[in-house]
């Protein structure tokens, strides 16, 4: 049996490019559906007749709902069968991507997107998967495949749903995209093998495991203190960017403003490399190196609040070192444990999008105080902090023992 063939019993080690690249795809469109209103805030906010500030908080309460949802479901995929709990998810978002469609007040909108939130996990349930069906050999370039599509959903759905918006209405990227998941599910039904639970743990002790592999493990707690910083700032920029180029001087349509999300995906295929630099024993260096990078991004950015072509530079910089970060900090998570995966991803996950909830307000904060300029700087001074933390961290408390 292969492991991109389904049958009864546990696979054999390995998984094949065919199976990974549908990963990659799924995990893509399910963490895209977080991030379809980021480019349409002003849209939605005209047509259910609320400001644009307010319009804001529409991608916080999605990240909110996505934190509790990784928190209560992810888990899970370490006590039952994924072949059935990967695509029962990925239906229940269809469901909720329906209620968005048709949402009739900005306050029944708000609670659609914080279930869609809450029932888009079908890609944090496929990563950890991708981890164990890989070898020990390939787990970082596998696993940095599935993230980095993961990464290439956030920024896809932004040029994705700017051009559907100006086609047909804000409302029909919520239909296309819950058409997308339902299809996606049939697929990964028929691919995912069929592999026993790795443990059998009541739910309320599975959820609480969460913490305690925090508590115990000092690698854990420094690479989710790293990797929530880097998140609250790729959130925080976006979430501005949008601000930024929806106004003077610029004054693009949702279709231009999601066209800038191409350009991320430029940074998310370089990023793609870094789970080969895990293999490659470099996990750390690069890390280091991405932290400077961000620093450099929103130094360029900061100088940039007229320039288009500055703008595009600092979202290059931004995305390839955040995106790469990401990959490598996950990536060690994952060596820590093969048994709690999951639950790691869980740890790892939910973490992150806390943070990002938080950089999703920061910048709605720093814009009403002080706009792109103080956004950027302060981009630049948490980064700094960043590297500071890598450089005293790198010492032992990122380092897994692998006895």
Same mark, same amino acid.
């Given at each position: 049996?292969t492991a991109?063939h389904p049958?009864?019993?546990?696979a054999?080690?390995?998984i094949?490019?065919? &199976? #990974?690249?549908?990963?990659?795809?799924a995990?893509?469109?399910?963490?895209g559906?977080l991030?379809?209103?980021?480019p349409?805030?002003d849209?939605?906010?005209?047509?259910?007749?609320t400001?644009t500030a307010?319009?804001?908080?529409l991608?916080t309460?999605?990240?909110?709902?996505?934190a509790?949802g990784?928190?209560?479901?992810?888990? =899970?995929?370490?006590?039952t069968?994924? +072949?059935?709990l990967? *695509?029962?998810?990925?239906?229940?978002?269809?469901v909720?991507?329906?209620?968005?469609?048709?949402a009739?007040?900005f306050g029944?909108?708000v609670?659609?997107?914080?279930l869609?939130?809450?029932?888009t996990?079908g890609?944090?349930? &496929?990563?950890p &998967?991708?981890?164990? =069906?890989?070898?020990?050999?390939?787990?970082?370039a596998?696993?940095? #495949?599935v !993230?980095s599509?993961?990464?290439?959903g956030?920024?896809l759905?932004r040029t994705?749903s700017?051009?559907?918006a100006?086609a047909?209405?804000? +409302? $029909?990227?919520?239909?296309g995209?819950? !058409?997308?998941?339902?299809?996606?599910a049939v697929?990964?039904?028929?691919?995912i093998p069929?592999l026993?639970p790795?443990?059998?743990v009541?739910?309320?002790?599975?959820i609480g495991?969460?913490?305690g592999?925090?508590?115990?493990?000092?690698?854990?707690r420094?690479t989710?203190?790293?990797?929530?910083?880097?998140f609250a700032l790729?959130?925080?920029f976006?979430? $501005?960017l #949008?601000?930024?180029?929806s106004g003077a *001087?610029f004054?693009?349509?949702?279709?231009?403003?999601?066209?800038f999300?191409?350009?991320g &995906?430029v940074?998310? !295929?370089a990023?793609?490399?870094?789970?080969r630099l895990?293999?490659r024993?470099?996990?750390?260096?690069?890390s280091g190196?991405?932290w400077?990078?961000?620093?450099?991004?929103f130094?360029?950015?900061a100088l940039?609040?007229?320039?288009? !072509?500055?703008?595009?530079?600092?979202?290059?910089?931004?995305?390839?070192?955040?995106q790469?970060i990401?990959?490598?900090n996950?990536t060690?998570?994952f060596q820590?444990?093969?048994?709690?995966r999951s639950? =790691?991803?869980t740890a790892?996950v939910?973490?992150?999008?806390l943070?990002?909830?938080?950089? $999703?307000?920061l910048?709605?904060? =720093?814009w009403s105080?002080?706009?792109w300029?103080?956004?950027t700087?302060?981009?630049?001074?948490l980064a700094?902090?960043?590297l500071?933390i890598?450089?005293?961290?790198r010492r032992g408390?990122?380092v897994?023992?692998?006895?």
């Amino acid at each position: 049996m292969t492991a991109g063939h389904p049958a009864d019993g546990p696979a054999r080690p390995g998984i094949g490019r065919g &199976l #990974t690249f549908l990963f990659a795809v799924a995990a893509g469109a399910a963490v895209g559906n977080l991030y379809w209103a980021q480019p349409l805030l002003d849209l939605v906010a005209t047509d259910l007749r609320t400001s644009t500030a307010s319009a804001g908080w529409l991608v916080t309460v999605t990240q909110l709902g996505y934190a509790l949802g990784i928190l209560l479901v992810v888990p =899970l995929g370490d006590v039952t069968n994924r +072949r059935k709990l990967v *695509p029962a998810a990925l239906v229940a978002a269809a469901v909720a991507l329906g209620l968005c469609a048709v949402a009739p007040s900005f306050g029944f909108l708000v609670a659609a997107l914080g279930l869609l939130g809450l029932t888009t996990v079908g890609g944090q349930l &496929l990563t950890p &998967l991708a981890g164990d =069906l890989a070898t020990d050999a390939d787990r970082g370039a596998v696993v940095g #495949t599935v !993230v980095s599509g993961i990464l290439t959903g956030i920024l896809l759905s932004r040029t994705v749903s700017g051009f559907v918006a100006d086609a047909f209405g804000w +409302r $029909s990227i919520y239909v296309g995209a819950a !058409v997308v998941d339902l299809v996606l599910a049939v697929l990964l039904w028929r691919a995912i093998p069929n592999l026993q639970p790795k443990a059998r743990v009541p739910y309320v002790r599975l959820i609480g495991s969460v913490f305690g592999v925090v508590r115990r493990e000092r690698v854990v707690r420094w690479t989710l203190v790293l990797a929530g910083v880097a998140f609250a700032l790729f959130t925080m920029f976006w979430t $501005s960017l #949008t601000f930024l180029l929806s106004g003077a *001087p610029f004054d693009y349509p949702v279709s231009v403003i999601g066209l800038f999300g191409l350009v991320g &995906l430029v940074g998310a !295929v370089a990023a793609q490399r870094a789970g080969r630099l895990h293999d490659r024993g470099w996990s750390l260096p690069a890390s280091g190196l991405g932290w400077a990078l961000v620093v450099v991004a929103f130094a360029v950015a900061a100088l940039s609040g007229r320039s288009v !072509v500055g703008v595009v530079v600092a979202i290059l910089l931004l995305d390839v070192a955040i995106q790469g970060i990401s990959i490598l900090n996950q990536t060690r998570m994952f060596q820590i444990s093969a048994e709690a995966r999951s639950r =790691l991803n869980t740890a790892f996950v939910t973490n992150n999008f806390l943070w990002g909830a938080g950089g $999703s307000v920061l910048a709605t904060v =720093l814009w009403s105080a002080g706009g792109w300029v103080a956004v950027t700087l302060c981009g630049a001074a948490l980064a700094t902090v960043a590297l500071v933390i890598w450089a005293v961290a790198r010492r032992g408390a990122l380092v897994v023992d692998p006895g």
